[in-house]
C-alpha cells in the first residue's frame, strides 16, 4: 500500500486534457477537414484522401522524433481517413453499411484484443491525454500502472466496455439497414453512429472521475495512517 501511495503522489490526474491538445487537433483533424473539398476539386478522392493524410502522418513523426511518444489522435485520424479511402472502393447496395460497419467493428475487435496484451489501448490513450507532453509524467505511469491495482481495473474495465460497444454499434448498423428503407437509413446513419459514441464518450469520463475521487480517499486515508504511525513511534 505504500507504494500504491507513492506512485499516486507522482502523479496530477487533475489536468486531464494536454496543453497541446487544440495543436494537435488543428494539424490532424482541422487541417485535412478543410483542405480536402479543395483537393477534391481538382482530384480523384482517393488522392485527395492520401494528400490529407500527410498532416496527422507528418505530425505523428514529428511526435515520435521530438517527444518519443505516438500521437494518438493522429492515429485515429489516419484509421478515419484509411477507412473513408477504402470504402471508395466498395459499391452496391450495401457499401453504405459497409463503410461505416466494418471499421468500426475492426475497432471493437482490435480494442477487445489488446486486453489480452500486458497493457491494453486504453492505458495508452489515458496515458496520452493525461500526460501534458511530459515524458517524466508519462513514464511515471509505467509504474502507476504496476503498483496500483484499482488503476489497471478502471482501465480495462474502459477497454472491454469500448470494444463490446463499439462490436455492438457495428451490429446494429447492420440490423438498420436491413430493417429500414435506405430513404431512412441514410439520413439516419450519422446520429446512430455519432449517439452511441457520445454516450460512450460521457460515461467513460463519468466513470474516470468516479475513479479520481475513490483514488483520492484512499490515498487521504493512507496518508492519515502514514502519520499516525509516525506518532506511535
Known amino acids: 500500500m505504500a507504494d500504491e501511495q507513492r506512485s499516486f503522489k507522482r502523479l496530477n490526474f487533475s489536468s486531464v486534457v494536454p496543453g497541446s491538445l487544440l495543436q494537435t487537433l488543428v494539424i490532424d483533424a482541422v487541417c485535412p477537414y478543410m483542405i480536402y473539398p479543395l483537393l477534391a476539386e481538382r482530384l480523384s478522392a482517393p488522392l485527395a484522401l492520401l494528400l490529407v493524410a500527410f498532416f496527422p502522418l507528418g505530425n505523428i513523426v514529428a511526435h515520435v522524433g521530438r517527444q518519443r511518444y505516438v500521437d494518438v489522435v493522429g ?4 484509421f478515419i481517413i484509411g477507412s473513408i479511402l477504402a470504402g471508395t472502393y466498395l459499391h452496391g447496395d450495401t457499401a453504405p453499411v459497409l463503410r461505416c460497419a466494418l471499421p468500426i467493428g475492426l475497432l471493437g475487435i482490435v480494442t477487445l484484443l489488446s486486453l489480452l496484451l500486458p497493457k491494453p489501448v486504453f492505458f495508452f490513450i489515458d496515458r496520452y491525454f493525461s500526460m501534458q507532453n ?8 509505467k509504474t502507476f500502472w504496476w503498483d496500483v491495482r484499482e488503476y489497471r481495473r478502471m482501465v480495462r474495465v474502459m477497454n472491454m466496455v469500448w470494444g463490446v460497444g463499439q ?3 457495428a451490429l446494429l448498423l447492420v440490423a438498420l439497414f436491413f430493417a429500414l428503407p435506405h430513404s431512412l437509413y441514410l439520413p439516419l446513419l ?6 452511441p459514441y457520445a454516450i460512450l464518450t460521457v460515461w467513460t469520463i463519468q466513470y474516470r472521475s468516479s475513479f479520481e475521487r475513490r483514488w483520492t480517499m484512499i490515498s487521504q486515508e493512507l496518508h492519515v495512517e502514514s502519520e499516525e504511525e509516525k506518532f506511535l513511534v
Not at 75 to 78: A, F, K, R, Y
Not at 134 to 140: D, I, K
Not at 190 to 195: C, E, H, R, Y
Open 134 to 141: 511530459n515524458l517524466e509524467h508519462a513514464a511515471r505511469y
Open 167 to 169: 462490436l455492438s454499434l
Open 190 to 195: 450519422p446520429f446512430a453512429i455519432l449517439l
Open 75 to 78: 492515429v485515429g485520424i489516419l
